[in-house]
Nanobody, 122 residues
Framework: VQLQASGGGLVQAGGSLRLSCAAPGRTGTSYVMGWFRQAPGKEREFVAAIRWRGAELYYADSVKGRFTISRDNAKKTVFLQMNSLKPEDTAVYYC????????????????WGQGTLVTVSS
């Protein structure tokens, strides 16, 4: 399974970016797509996750109210709309797939995209 993340870039604090992740061809009822990020010198952390079917989704406290995860089932794509970006949001952002249900733990996600760099300048 290959995931392809895109949409990163350089933005000023307060700005917005939208990340996209092309999802696999098959999407089971238990599939969950997640976004994680890893800043230099830090561990990979959960950002948001959405069940491929249904309305279940979760956000990290640090991004609630600023980031929105969504999906387009027809295009098999998951999005992360990031608004009111802060310098501390700077990281490599990864999309990932867990075929076994909802989780916020990176090790539970079996498939990963290559990452896209988001840099927020102050």
């Amino acid at each position: 399974v290959q995931l392809q993340a895109s949409g990163g870039g350089l933005v000023q604090a307060g700005g917005s970016l939208r990340l996209s992740c092309a999802a696999p061809g098959r999407t089971g009822t238990s599939y969950v797509m997640g976004w994680f990020r890893q800043a230099p010198g830090k561990e990979r952390e959960f950002v948001a996750a959405i069940r491929w079917r249904g309305a279940e989704l979760y956000y990290a406290d640090s991004v609630k109210g600023r980031f929105t995860i969504s999906r387009d089932n027809a295009k098999k794509t998951v999005f992360l709309q990031m608004n009111s970006l802060k310098p501390e949001d700077t990281a490599v952002y990864y999309c990932a797939l867990n075929p076994d249900g909802m989780s916020m733990i990176p090790s539970r996600f079996r498939y990963w995209g290559q990452g896209t760099l988001v840099t927020v300048s102050s």
